[in-house]
């Protein structure tokens, strides 16, 4: 059986389809026989779409509890209630 390399490719970056069963089983796009943590885990996309968050948007946002932007003030206690 002859796999289509976008489809490969899709579970290298999305992760493998996953049927919702804990056990071994094959993945519903590339056919391989994974585990349900491979099928759930932290895929590269996600891995991305957080790094990319935090250097685009957390990391010039000041903090909401010293005002700074890049370096928080060590004598301010940073606990949010």
Not at 46 to 63: E, I, M, P, T, Y
Request: positive net charge.
């Amino acid at each position: 059986m002859v796999i289509c390399r976008s489809k490969k490719i899709g579970c290298w970056w999305f992760g493998c389809k996953s049927d919702g069963t804990p056990d071994v089983s094959p993945c519903g796009r590339c056919g391989d026989s994974v585990s349900y943590s491979d099928r759930v885990g932290d895929t590269r996309h996600n891995k991305l779409v957080s790094f990319v968050r935090f250097w685009v948007v957390d990391r010039w946002a000041k903090c909401k509890f010293c005002g700074k932007r890049f370096e928080c003030d060590g004598q301010v206690d940073h606990v949010g209630f």
